[in-house]
């Protein structure tokens, strides 16, 4: 009887764990970037375009929303015609990406928009709205500062992780509490080996796109300075 019992414990907990480990082995691909997936969705995007007259399988977003965020793709256009589903790791499986366009007009162009910052951002605007107020610290160009992360409660200052270069990036916000992530440390590497000739006043953020499958999510234009040639804020 005893045996029987340990048996069926022991049965029991496997099952339990099995059941605990599969989510978490589902949930680890959804936030694996693929190049295939990004492929196949790309001849889905180019097939469905030319069977519609040049149109794009994009969701309909305002003028005013920044340019890496303004086209993203309606999967329910190209599915199943076109591919069976979306990918696993695209939001709309419950992945951690945002299927985006870029160069709608020239040569429309699939890239991830990396949702998995989008939590750090909002828990700071929360605590921005707790207080009332944001707590600027210093400022760091025209409209953009750095936070005061001691007066929102936090113990040590969030960041977010490059999806470009896997290192953490710090947070800015604009006079209009906006957060931002501040992709300087990844524009200075692409700088140092792009071989291109970059004029100051020209939106810098491309380089970082180039070959990678993302787009640098929730950040401001960026230019060079005139001087240094580093990567700066570009002040429109």
């Given at each position: 009887m005893k045996r029987k019992l340990l048996v069926s414990i022991l049965i029991s907990a496997m099952v339990l764990l099995t059941g605990c480990m599969y989510p978490k082995e589902e949930l680890s691909q959804n936030q694996i970037p693929y190049k295939d997936q990004i492929q196949t969705v790309q001849t889905a995007?180019?097939?469905?375009q030319k069977e519609n007259g040049g149109i794009l399988p994009i969701k309909t977003k305002d003028a005013e929303t920044p340019i890496y965020q303004k086209y993203p793709i309606e999967f329910k256009k190209i599915t199943p015609k076109y591919m069976s589903e979306p990918p696993g790791?695209?939001?709309?499986?419950?992945?951690v990406f945002q299927y985006v366009l870029i160069d709608v007009e020239?040569?429309?162009?699939?890239?991830?928009?990396?949702?998995?910052?989008?939590?750090?951002?909002?828990?700071?605007?929360?605590?921005?709205?707790s207080k009332?107020?944001?707590?600027?610290?210093?400022?760091?160009?025209?409209n953009v500062f750095t936070l005061d992360y001691k007066q929102l409660g936090y113990k040590k200052q969030p960041y977010v992780v490059s999806p470009f270069t896997e290192q953490n990036?710090?947070?800015?916000?604009?006079?209009?509490?906006e957060v931002f992530v501040d992709y300087r440390p990844?524009?200075?590497?692409?700088?140092?080996?792009?071989?291109?000739?970059?004029?100051?006043?020209?939106?810098?953020r491309p380089i970082l796109v180039g070959d990678?499958?993302?787009?640098?999510?929730?950040?401001?234009?960026?230019?060079?300075?005139s001087n240094t040639k580093e990567p700066v804020f570009l002040e429109e």
């Open positions: 995007v180019d097939d469905f790791n695209a939001f709309e499986s419950g992945g020239t040569n429309p162009t699939v890239k991830l928009f990396d949702l998995r910052m989008t939590e750090t951002i909002r828990e700071i605007k929360l605590r921005i709205k009332g107020y944001p707590p600027f610290k210093e400022q760091i160009a025209k990036l710090s947070l800015v916000i604009t006079g209009d509490a990844d524009l200075y590497q692409a700088l140092k080996k792009a071989d291109i000739e970059l004029k100051p006043g020209e939106d810098i990678s499958m993302f787009v640098p999510a929730y950040s401001l234009p960026y230019t060079v300075d």
